[in-house]
Every structure is written in C-alpha cells, then in structure tokens.
C-alpha cells in the first residue's frame, strides 16, 4: 500500500518538474531526469516485492 502511495507522488511530483512547465522551464532536464530514475527503481522494487 504504501509504494502505491509513493508511486502515485513520484509520478506528481515528475509532472511538476517537468521542462515544460513556465516556473521549471529554466531547470532544464536535470530535475525530471532524477525524479524519472527515482520513479523507475520504485517501479522495480514494486515488481519485485521489496516494498
């Protein structure tokens, strides 16, 4: 239940760094790259049972 929870605000929290947007555009990649990895290895360790 709780990596669900997380998952859900990693993926908010990647919408709102992403370049796109006017108070991020300046950011550049680097932000939405982390939060992406970060994303990424809770999705395998969801996979995978470890959370």
């Known amino acids: 239940m709780i990596g669900i929870i997380l ?8 919408l709102g760094v992403f370049p796109a947007w006017p108070h991020s555009r300046s950011w550049g990649y680097g ?21």
């Open 31 to 51: 932000p939405s790259g982390i939060v992406g990895v970060i994303l990424v290895v809770l999705i395998i360790l969801l996979l995978l049972g470890r959370i």
């Open 7 to 14: 998952l859900v605000i990693l993926v908010m929290i990647l």
